[in-house]
């Protein structure tokens, strides 16, 4: 995959770490300003107004830092899961001013239409159930994200209450990548979310990103933060993106 530096000095000279950028898909684009929950919530600076411009063409990965160690973060699998998709954009200009040991990918919009339109299915598929299928869109995320190198990876969702699994939560697997759970462990350490450990990646359902990367041995979570699904909880955000920070401290950031 080809990354752009991001130029633009008006967007870019608040910031200590160069930003990169490549399109994974350009058929999954969509206003995100035309949610409101997710509008009302971040600042319109110059940076979040080009991640949002970006997000129309399509879905975008976002790359900090230039080091080995390679991780992933994504949010938006589901468009109708706010908080972590909100979250997203606050970590990523949390990361351009901090100093990185790692190299991060940042997915914040995994398929933006979606998240303008609120709804949980892109093109009428449950994108975390169908990464095991090839062509369809979680499927080209993670075979890029392979292609990147990267040794983890971390998808960002939130669940309502009534909902599963209905709670601020980790899932994680212990075949064939046990990584996976020793990243839950730490987080559910720091952080306090509910681990949910399956022995098999891929089993009791298919087609969850992570459970896709773990049956490639590269280890993987989800994580799950409370807020109604198309809306958002107060105090989500915050939580959401501890868990992303915690995800990243487990690599030493
Ligand atoms: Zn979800």
């Known amino acids: 995959m080809i990354f752009k530096k991001i130029e633009n000095k008006q967007i870019m000279d608040s910031y200590e770490n160069p930003l990169e950028m490549s399109f994974i898909s350009n058929n999954s684009g969509g206003y995100i300003s035309k949610n409101q929950d997710i509008l009302n919530s971040i600042s319109l600076n110059n940076l979040n107004k080009l991640i949002l411009k970006n997000a129309v063409k399509g879905t975008v990965i976002y790359k900090i830092g230039d080091s080995n160690e390679k991780i992933a973060l994504i949010s938006g699998i589901h468009g109708n899961e706010l908080s972590s998709q909100i979250a997203s954009l606050f970590l990523l200009e949390e990361l351009l001013n901090s100093k990185l ?129 198309g809306s958002l909880k107060k105090g989500s955000v915050e939580r959401s993106l501890l868990q992303m920070k915690s995800f990243i401290s487990y690599f030493n950031y």
């Open 101 to 229: 040991d790692n190299t991060i990918y940042l997915i914040p919009f995994a398929a933006p239409n979606a998240t303008m339109n609120n709804t949980r299915r892109f093109n009428s598929k449950d994108l975390n159930r169908s990464s095991c299928i090839e062509g369809s869109l979680s499927n080209i995320i993670l075979d890029k994200l392979l292609d990147c190198n990267v040794i983890s990876i971390a998808d960002f969702h939130t669940t309502g209450r009534n909902s599963n699994p209905g709670i601020e939560s980790i899932f994680c697997s212990r075949k064939p990548s046990p990584k996976s759970c020793e990243i839950a462990e730490y987080i559910n350490e720091h952080v306090g979310s509910k681990i949910i450990e399956h022995e098999k990646a891929g089993f009791p359902f298919k087609g969850a990103v992570e459970d896709e990367s773990n049956l490639r041995g590269i280890p993987a979570i989800t994580c799950e933060v409370l807020s109604p699904f």
